[in-house]
């Protein structure tokens, strides 16, 4: 685990040129970490496919008992689950995304590539857990949605949310590393003259998935950590007793519900704009307004989760605003989708399969988004939702727009990433297929919907007129599934064709296709110098007008870039710490199921894996000084990653403070806010800003290379943190004996608890921290050159102090006033 | 080749197209939304109509515009000849594609807007009639707090009279949905909903829960029957009326078994069984002073026939997988008996 | 190259001991104020903007000089800044919905 650089000159061997098990398990390298991802989730793909075929055979007929309501209740949530978490979105952010960023933005890895395989490793293990009900025959059973208070412990017995629950919260921590990683990997890593402005449009998607990502994902995870303190501690967040609501997890589930459509639907529209300019061979259309519609798509979609709730009565004042804030996106969406129409305009189009995909995502995704816009209607709204017309809304917008671009980006990219081209002939048929059978399949379900037929029904009455279509789709799904058949045999027999693929196989527009099929392991020999959008194009033809076929110019290009001479380039060295860290992970899991002992052993593994993970990460930094000379964008990437990890913080407190202020007006009886002690938080509060001081003194006295006295500060801030901890452990105490207030007795103790208690919680990561800190000061080991690790702890801790600035205020000082 | 694939191909669309056509002319659509009975529907049906008017318009205007982009610049291929024009935006036509789907947008909300204010009037008149819906896991509970009278999975109202319903949920969230009288409204564990509605047509209509609540959410359905007001005042009038206790036969033994097997602990029968003071909540199971005077059981899964019934409470898991009526494990002439005393319950 | 002249170009100089006594010097005073405001009755009803003001300058201060947010670069501010006005948004609708509820769909205790 030693941290030895290696080191690559000379020849360009690939990066599957290593193999070894060991080197795959260990493996930091940003294209094999992708080929990770897309091995698991293509396995996922056909597993939720699988569930699908099952639900859609059990309604071939009415009155069908093939499934017991039981099975057929756990099909659909996980084929909704596993599509959602474990297939479009690590097809598109951890296969395609992983693999294309770096290789897109002229960069050698992400920025951070030890997390980066912590994410795969731990969004493998949340996978397997959730799936692990098939064992038991206990998968997830609530929908995808999981809407409280069905998934209360009374209503759920058994252990199917539980592995829901637990397992989402794992793939939310997978999720929300990603998308951390990969946005300072865009700002940040970008090689020079790639400006904002020039990115190819799928980085611009990516980049603006990773910030929906990172401020959507916190509203989940407060819903889920309710949801599981309701399972296993017995508190009432979602149950409608003491005042309690179970809107309470609809709005926190669709704040994060609605920003995750998107997730899965820009780096879709990202694919699309780089396949359909490439085979019409003309620059995307309005580029600029491209990007602005896909900023606003993702802005807009934190105002309108209500939608989802029309039909729970949130009143006509919300039920209009959302609905107008709903209909605004389609003005965006339409700028996108004319875009991609003038693209295709007057273009000179090879119609490869990967267009195809392309030009029928165009029309499917349309129909998908047109019938969103009669949803987000109210009226209209209430009498299709949960109806099969919702249904056949979501699966044009996730198959027939994301899993057509998923396809087409397969047909695109997999040459670069295997270096083999997948058969056309096979394509075509695939594609003809799949197109056929997914009208057939979800087209009628729009009828079915007018219709009246609810959906998530496991059998349903003859005489309602709903016979033929379910038939009829059916049979669709089917030639779906030969469709996808056809699929895997392509990619298996492209795999064992020994035809190796040029390096830009489809002359194309930009960098990653100016490099190797397959890449080399550090991807670019030395670093480009972008000179204006579709890089690579400009490379070849030296202008956005191309000289006709000069295919000898491409040749040019990419021989004038081999012989300037390769850098020694070092690239960071494999790691167990990624795997370990998953696997604590998976092991608190389990041990929240089964023993609390196994929880504090997953603990252990995750601190250890955390720690070691740390210290290599420091020497990995120094290494790169010379590779970051090139990179530096004037900001170091750990703290621009520490920075939007604190954004993404914002949300989960204001998730967590919000419901605070809305159960406390709602508690119903026994202690409130009053018997808060403002003497003893007063004196918290002291404590925390004076320590707060000390972290800059700490700081400061590092950056000037004062040893000692930083050591000191260090220790006095861990201390001080300790002392204000100590007052928490004093207050709660106190509140459980004197006050007899337990944190399932009302509405104010469970959301008091869990507030101050997670800040108190994030306080003592804080405090662990800054002790290691104050140790590696200790033992000389904190130099002058690394006040960088003290300014980011710091930045954590001041963030913790504004927190409690925050708490302070509105739970102690306001603790009076009832509806604060 | 190709075309006599692509004739075959109308063909067997044309058959399809035929056999949908047959049934849709064959078969009536109990939970049709296009067939609005009442003010609501309308109201929803007329928003329903010009928003998909709107979304036609602009699909018909893309697939012209991407198929013949498709068609004439994909011909070009294998041609030789030079190089597209490389463009890449106009201003104009980035302009005239932002504003036009805001004008349509803005036609879509004004009458979005005004049925959302219409649809949920904050205050009702006095003479509007109450009906309480009350949601259990997995069947319909309905009262008439103004007239004394309560039934389950079959609700009567009168036409032509504002009914209010407001809906309560006795366990988890489900959705109370009629297509044919107006949009569905969740009910919600905690607070009362509600759906104001004049039903214009009287009739028979279909209902089901529209939000997923557990194993059996499939088998929640319930009926609407919409009556003239003589219609409905007769029928309130037998509601209120106590069950006639069979005198004597298989009918009278049947009303003993049923006192003395656990059905009373759950489901009422006035003034014979259950218990004398109601619980403020509902019942767990259905009241069946009337039962015989309904056209379904197990809300809306079975056809109100003895032999129905009959198997209902011999196995009432594998008619309505979940539910919480527990096997009795009556057999033969017992069984037989408390069929023949349900079904005299008129 | 300099790899740290990029560095230099956007990250000023952090402030010395002196700034961030002064600052916590005025942290002090304006959470004894705080506490101040909380037990003086004749400013109860005005205690809530009070309370915001004084809670967000002290916010405010930390954030820019604690966390260096006035020296450093800007595209911190707005890492921090976006997300920070996204939370409020989220939390004053859920505030808003909420009331709603409780107003015109008053609780209700189930039975069962």
């Given at each position: 685990m030693a941290a030895q650089p290696k080191e690559i000159a000379g020849q360009r061997p690939s990066y599957l040129a290593e193999g070894g098990l060991v080197g795959w398990l260990t493996t930091i390298d940003h294209k094999r970490v992708a080929v990770l991802y897309g091995l698991s989730s293509l396995f996922f793909l056909f597993v939720g496919g699988f569930e699908a075929l099952l639900v859609r055979t059990q309604l071939?007929?009415?009155?069908?008992?093939?499934?017991?309501a039981d099975t057929y209740n756990q099909m659909f949530t996980m084929h909704g689950t596993t599509m959602i978490f474990m297939v479009i979105m690590p097809l598109e952010i951890g296969f395609f995304a992983n693999f294309l960023i770096p290789l897109m933005i002229g960069a050698r890895d992400v920025a951070f590539p030890r997390i980066n395989a912590l994410s795969f490793w731990v969004f493998i293990f949340g996978a397997l857990f959730m799936n692990a009900g098939w064992l038991w025959h206990a998968l997830p059973d609530a929908g995808w949605f999981g809407y409280a208070n069905l998934t209360e412990r009374y209503y759920s017995p058994g252990m199917n949310i539980d592995l829901w629950d637990i397992g989402l919260l794992i793939l939310g921590v997978s999720t929300l590393l990603s998308g951390l990683n990969f946005f300072v990997t865009i700002v940040n890593m970008r090689c020079p003259g790639m400006t904002f402005m020039r990115m190819p449009m799928f980085m611009w998607a990516m980049l603006v998935t990773t910030v929906l990502i990172l401020l959507a994902f916190p509203a989940l995870t407060v819903g889920l950590i309710f949801l599981f303190l309701d399972r296993f501690i017995g508190t009432h967040f979602y149950v409608a007793a003491l005042g309690a609501t179970p809107i309470l997890w609809q709005h926190l589930f669709w704040i994060f519900g609605h920003p995750e459509v998107y997730i899965m639907a820009l780096p879709a529209f990202g694919i699309i704009s780089e396949i359909l300019p490439v085979f019409s061979r003309k620059p995307l259309f309005g580029y600029a307004g491209m990007a602005y519609a896909l900023v606003l798509i993702a802005f807009l979609s934190y105002g309108v989760w209500g939608h989802h709730m029309f039909s729970t009565g949130m009143g006509p004042v919300a039920d209009a605003t959302f609905s107008i804030t709903s209909m605004l996106i389609a003005v965006p969406t339409g700028i996108k989708i004319f875009s991609w129409i003038a693209t295709v305009w007057g273009g000179k189009l090879r119609m490869t399969t990967a267009m195809y995909f392309a030009l029928a995502f165009i029309l499917e995704f349309t129909i998908g988004g047109l019938s969103g816009v009669m949803h987000a209607s109210p009226p209209i709204d209430l009498q299709q939702t949960d109806s099969y017309f919702i249904v056949a809304h979501f699966h044009y917008v996730l198959f027939g727009g994301m899993m057509f671009a998923i396809l087409g980006a397969f047909f695109y990219w997999w040459p670069k990433i295997t270096g083999r081209l997948l058969d056309e002939k096979l394509g075509r048929w695939q594609f003809w297929l799949t197109v056929i059978g997914f009208n057939g399949t979800f087209f009628p379900m729009h009828f079915l919907g007018v219709l009246g037929m609810p959906r998530r029904i496991y059998t349903y009455p003859a005489g309602m007129g709903w016979t033929f279509w379910n038939s009829f789709e059916t049979a669709c799904a089917y030639l779906l599934g030969v469709a996808f058949l056809i699929f895997l045999v392509n990619l298996v027999r492209s795999l064992r064709s020994e035809q190796a693929v040029g390096d830009d196989p489809w002359d194309?527009?930009?960098?990653?296709?100016?490099?190797?099929?397959?890449?080399?392991?550090?991807?670019?020999?030395d670093i480009v110098t972008v000179r204006g959008r579709d890089a690579f194009w400009l490379m070849k033809y030296g202008s956005h007008d191309a000289p006709g076929h000069d295919s000898s110019a491409g040749a040019r290009a990419s021989a004038a870039h081999a012989e300037a001479g390769h850098a020694h380039v070092h690239l960071p060295a494999p790691s167990w710490y990624p795997l370990l860290f998953a696997a604590g992970l998976l092991v608190m899991g389990v041990g929240a199921m089964t023993w609390l002992r196994v929880v504090f052993l997953g603990a252990g593994l995750l601190l250890v894996s955390i720690v070691g993970m740390g210290f290599e990460y420091a020497t990995y930094g120094q290494e790169t000084e010379e590779s970051r000379a090139t990179f530096f964008r004037g900001v170091d990437s750990r703290k621009m990653g520490m920075w939007a990890f604190l954004g993404s913080e914002c949300v989960f407190f204001a998730c967590l403070i919000s419901t605070y202020m809305v159960y406390k007006a709602r508690n119903l009886g026994g202690p409130d806010a009053a018997v808060l002690d403002i003497p003893l938080t007063s004196f918290s509060t002291f404590v925390l800003l004076t320590s707060s001081l000390l972290m800059v003194l700490a700081l400061a006295a590092i950056q000037r290379g004062d040893r000692k006295w930083s050591a000191i500060w260090l220790f006095g801030t861990a201390g001080f943190g300790l002392v204000f901890l100590g007052g928490q452990v004093y207050e709660f105490s106190k509140l459980y004996l004197v006050e007899h207030l337990a944190m399932q007795d009302n509405l104010f103790g469970q959301t008091f608890y869990t507030l101050v208690g997670t800040h108190g919680t994030h306080v003592a990561i804080g405090v662990v921290w800054l002790f290691v800190m104050a140790f590696a000061a200790l033992k000389g080991k904190l130099q002058q050159s690394r006040s960088l690790a003290v300014e980011i702890a710091g930045l954590y801790w001041h963030f913790v102090d504004i927190v409690w600035i925050v708490i302070f205020t509105l739970v102690y000082l306001m603790r009076s006033i009832k509806e604060a | 080749m190709n075309r006599r694939f692509g004739a075959r191909w109308l063909l067997w669309c044309a058959l399809l197209l035929f056999s949908g056509a047959t049934e849709a002319a064959a078969r009536s659509y109990p939970m049709d939304t296009m067939a609005p009975r009442s003010d609501l529907a309308e109201l929803i049906q007329s928003v329903y109509v010009q928003v998909t008017l709107w979304d036609l318009l602009v699909l018909v205007v893309v697939i012209v515009a991407l198929f013949l982009a498709i068609f004439w610049f994909s011909t070009?291929?294998?041609?030789?000849?030079?190089?597209?024009?490389?463009f890449h935006s106009h201003m104009g036509l980035e302009v005239a594609w932002t504003a036009g789907p805001i004008l349509i947008l803005v036609l879509i909300t004004v009458p979005t807007v005004r049925a959302v204010f219409n649809t949920q009037p904050y205050h009702w008149p006095k003479e509007a009639l109450t009906v309480r819906v009350i949601a259990h896991q997995w069947w319909w509970e309905f009262r008439y707090p103004s007239l004394g009278a309560q039934t389950a999975n079959e609700v009567h109202i009168p036409a032509d009279r504002m009914i209010h319903f407001e809906l309560e949920s006795a366990d988890v969230i489900h959705s109370f949905w009629m297509p044919a009288l107006g949009g569905k409204r969740d009910v919600v564990p905690g607070q009362i909903n509600q759906i104001t509605l004049v039903a214009k047509v009287p009739g028979e209509y279909y209902g089901q829960c529209?939000?997923?609540?557990?194993?059996s959410h499939a088998n929640m359905r319930f009926r609407v029957f919409v009556d003239t007001a003589e219609g409905f005042q007769r029928w309130v009038a037998d509601q209120l009326k106590p069950p006639v206790m069979p005198a004597s036969g298989l009918a009278s033994e049947g009303a003993r078994i049923y006192q003395n097997a656990p059905c009373a602990i759950c489901h009422r029968v006035k003034g014979i069984s259950g218990f004398s003071k109601q619980y403020e909540g509902g019942f767990r199971g259905p009241d069946l002073t009337h039962f015989a005077g309904r056209s379904t059981l197990a809300a809306g899964v079975l056809d109100n026939t003895p032999d129905n019934l009959a198997t209902w409470i011999q196995d009432p898991q594998t008619v309505?997988?979940?539910?919480?009526?527990?096997?009795?494990?009556l057999k033969g002439h017992e069984l037989t008996a408390l069929v023949a005393y349900l079904e005299s319950l008129k | 190259m300099n790899p740290h002249e990029g560095a230099q170009a956007l990250e000023h100089e952090h402030p010395q001991a002196p700034v961030y006594l002064a600052v916590a010097v005025v942290l002090t005073v304006l959470t004894v104020l705080e506490i101040a405001v909380f037990y003086a009755p004749f400013l109860q009803p005005v205690l809530v903007p009070l309370l915001i003001v004084l809670a967000l300058a002290k916010f405010v201060l930390v954030a820019m000089f604690y966390m260096h947010l006035h020296y450093d670069a800007g595209v911190f501010t707005s890492l921090f800044g976006f997300p920070l006005l996204l939370a409020l948004l989220i939390g004053a609708s859920l505030l808003m919905l909420f009331a709603y509820l409780a107003a015109h769909l008053s609780p209700v205790i189930p039975y069962l």
């Open positions: 071939a007929v009415p009155n069908n008992h093939l499934l017991s194309a527009r930009t960098l990653e296709w100016s490099v190797g099929s397959p890449p080399p392991a550090h991807n670019f020999d | 070009r291929f294998g041609e030789p000849g030079e190089e597209p024009v490389q529209a939000e997923f609540c557990g194993a309505k997988p979940g539910a919480l009526m527990p096997r009795l494990g | -």
